[in-house]
T-cell receptor, first 118, second 114 residues
Framework: GAGVSQSPSNKVTEKGKDVELRCDPI?????LYWYRQRLGQGLEFLIY????????KSGLPSDRFSAERTGESVSTLTIQRTQQEDSAVYLC????????????????FGNGTRLTVT | AQTVTQSQPEMSVQEAETVTLSCTYD???????LFWYKQPPSRQMILVIR??????QNATENRFSVNFQKAAKSFSLKISDSQLGDTAMYFC???????????FGGGTRLMVKP
């Protein structure tokens, strides 16, 4: 596709259940980011992938959160034993990353997954 | 660590008028990039404008321009001839040349009134 695709668009889950959120970045983008956006707030960095490796996991809020990326493409963010405080929009972004453009390449964002934990 | 501060949680402007959104940041880096993103109700983050710190000239994109004051660590966004479609959340963001993470401010909600 032409842009970053995230699925599902919306997810409602019961407290204690596990959820998986998916991100399909723009083809050829080596860098992939996950951000969390709580209602009415700014974006909170979660994790960054360069290729399939994650050099920066500093933003993951707890060990209930994990993410992986395969084939330098799709990434999944998994939240185990969800809590109500996990309710937020989870945004994925990709960029060409280091290389010709270095860091002046802007991030391209998906439309996010709105997660509601009841 | 870098921080980005947007001191105006909400602003409003009449259609066709000009509005300026404020952003300040804190960093010890000398080489970095600054961005303004727009987030309409669709949730997608749309890049509005970007500025390289090594460039003294302020970036301009059609009706959008910035006032970049490096010494003051200030990066404001000016929207001229405001349109109803400009209604959205606006986020200021920073990334250092050596960094991996785009750091965002808390956002400013802009309402353009007819």
């Amino acid at each position: 596709g032409a842009g970053v695709s995230q699925s599902p668009s919306n997810k409602v889950t019961e407290k204690g259940k596990d959820v998986e959120l998916r991100c399909d970045p723009i083809s050829g983008h080596t860098a992939l980011y996950w951000y969390r956006q709580r209602l009415g707030q700014g974006l909170e960095f979660l994790i960054y992938f360069q290729g399939n490796s994650a050099p920066d996991k500093s933003g993951l809020p707890s060990d209930r959160f994990s993410a992986e990326r395969t084939g330098e493409s799709v990434s999944t963010l998994t939240i185990q034993r969800t809590q109500q405080e996990d309710s937020a929009v989870y945004l994925c972004a990709s960029s060409p990353g280091r290389g010709v453009y270095g860091y002046n390449s802007p991030l391209h964002f998906g439309n996010g997954t709105r997660l509601t934990v009841t | 660590a870098q921080t980005v501060t947007q001191s105006q949680p909400e602003m409003s402007v009449q259609e066709a008028e000009t509005v300026t959104l404020s952003c300040t940041y804190d960093t010890s880096e000398n080489n970095y990039y600054l961005f303004w993103y727009k987030q309409p109700p669709s949730r997608q983050m749309i890049l509005v404008i970007r500025q390289e710190a090594y460039k003294q000239q302020n970036a301009t994109e059609n009706r959008f321009s910035v006032n970049f004051q490096k010494a003051a660590k200030s990066f404001s966004l000016k929207i001229s001839d405001s349109q109803l479609g400009d209604t959205a959340m606006y986020f200021c963001a920073f990334i250092s040349n050596a960094g991996n993470m785009l750091t965002f401010g808390g956002g400013t909600r802009l309402m353009v009134k007819p």
